[in-house]
């Protein structure tokens, strides 16, 4: 294929050994990378110009999969995480979380036992949106996870149920569809999306995968592409608009979880290696890689709280 591009990526530019790298999220204003491991609960942050003695982390008491900005908050005091049992703002100078907003109204020790949250990312409208799937405790995931929306009221509304492990989520370029990973289905959905309420409608498959690896998280460029991360094939491969893989980013381990912007560099979270047999792979698994591929990524919006919450 004349105008297939692949770009190949030695070595990590962070060898951090995450037990699961998730949620890469750029911050301008500080010139920092933050990252989460959801395994072994923590957020790693670490200043772009000053590695890697700028790494800072900060331990949780619950695995915690995505965070996000708030409009007006310095987010290097307080973000937005979604967490075990819903969504919280951290305290980044204490390490403290607060329950903004549950994930389910009725108290249920053995679903909050059981769930957490994964993948999520803000709407242009300022609104919040995470999946969430079974806890690793409980063995190989099922069916039992669903999409929320949290609104700046923190009104919650359930946008798709019995989902096994959703993931990425992002806009188009006119913001007129959601584009959402199930990695279960091996897909990316596509649904119309209303900007001013939040809705969505005419679900359809943007795009399958056919190979054994799963879609984890995915960014989109400003041209409209997909850069989807494929966790077991030790890739991130480009996707056009209209649904045609054009490229591919190749790594020396497996587990790809999540890309993420920062100028025209794609970087990339992965998970540790598991399979003993997989010597390279594991000996860069979970680390943090970056490579130039000459276009920049769209802006992520940042979450918008109503006045005295």
Known sequence: MADYKIWTVKEPWLDL???LGEGPYYEPATNTLRFVDIIKRKLHTVNIAEWPRSLKTLDFDQPVGVTADIEGEDPAKRILVGGKKGIYILERETGELRLLRRFYDTQDTERDKRLRSNDGAVDPQGRFWVGTMNDFWV???DAVGSLFRINSDLSRQTMQERLTIPNGITWSIDQRTLYFVHSTEKSILAYDYEPSTGDLSNKRTFWKHDGQGDPDGFRMDEEGYLWQAIYGESRVLK???EG???GEVQYPTRAITCPVFIGTELWV????ENDENEVESKKYGGGVFKIDVGVRGVKEFKFKLDEGL
């Open 269 to 272: 979270t992965t998970a540790g």
């Open 139 to 141: 063995g190989p995931p």
């Open 17 to 19: 050994q995450c037990g």
């Open 239 to 241: 996707i056009s608009p």
């Open 244 to 246: 045609k893989v054009v």
